[in-house]
C-alpha cells in the first residue's frame, strides 16, 4: 500500500481577518475593563459608587460600592416629598453600622438613637410652601471600619434600599 500525501488545508482570508478584528475588540473591551476596576479600587472609576433606587418616593441613594480600609465617603439619600410629618427617620439595619462609622450628617440630624435592628436619625422638616413638591437630601459622612463584603438595609418613609459595598485593605 502506497503512503498517503499528507492533507492540505487552504485558509479563508475574509474568515481570518475577521477573527483578527474579533480578538482585537475584545483585547481592547478586557482592556476598558481592566482600567475601569482599577479606576474602582481609587475612588474615581464608574465602578466605585453605585445606585439604588427608591420609586414610590421618587429617591434614590448613592454610596460606595468600593471603599478602602480606614477611609472615609459619603453616602447620600435623596427623596421628593410634600410638607407631611415634621421629622423624617432614615434608619441603618445592623449589617451596616457594624461595618462602618457614621461620623456626621448633613444637614445634622435633630436626633439619634440606636434600635434593636440598627440605628436611626432624625431629620426636621424643611420649611416649605403649602402643596409644594421639595427635594430633600441627606448625606452620611462614613469611615470604614471592617474589611470584607457589607451588605445592608437602608430604610426611608417605608421603602427599603438594599446597599452592597465591598471594603478592600
Same mark, same amino acid.
Given at each position: 500500500m502506497a503512503p #498517503? =500525501? =499528507? $492533507? +492540505?488545508?487552504?485558509?479563508d482570508d475574509r474568515l481570518e481577518t475577521i477573527w483578527k478584528v474579533l480578538q482585537k475588540g475584545l483585547l481592547v473591551l478586557l482592556s476598558l475593563m481592566v482600567v475601569a476596576g482599577l479606576l474602582g479600587l481609587l475612588g474615581r472609576g464608574p465602578l466605585s459608587h453605585a445606585v439604588t433606587p427608591l420609586p414610590a418616593i421618587q429617591g434614590a441613594v448613592r454610596y460606595d460600592? $468600593? !471603599? #478602602?480600609?480606614?477611609? *472615609? /465617603? +459619603? %453616602? %447620600?439619600?435623596?427623596? @421628593? %416629598? #410634600? =410638607? !407631611? !410629618? !415634621? +421629622?423624617?427617620?432614615?434608619s441603618l439595619d445592623r449589617g451596616l453600622p457594624d461595618a462602618v462609622q457614621v461620623t456626621a450628617t448633613t444637614p445634622t440630624a435633630s436626633a439619634y438613637r440606636i434600635t434593636p435592628d440598627g440605628a436611626a436619625w432624625s431629620f426636621a422638616a424643611p420649611p416649605q410652601g403649602a402643596g409644594q413638591i421639595m427635594v430633600n437630601r441627606v448625606t452620611f459622612?462614613? /469611615?470604614? *471600619? @471592617?474589611? /470584607? $463584603?457589607? #451588605? /445592608?438595609? $437602608?430604610r426611608l418613609l417605608g421603602q427599603d434600599a438594599v446597599l452592597k459595598s465591598f471594603v478592600f485593605p
Open positions: #498517503r =500525501p =499528507p $492533507l +492540505q488545508f487552504d485558509t460600592h $468600593l !471603599a #478602602r480600609n480606614t477611609t *472615609s /465617603g +459619603q %453616602s %447620600s439619600v435623596e427623596w @421628593k %416629598s #410634600r =410638607p !407631611a !410629618a !415634621a +421629622q423624617t427617620e432614615i459622612h462614613i /469611615g470604614t *471600619s @471592617k474589611v /470584607g $463584603l457589607t #451588605r /445592608g438595609r $437602608l
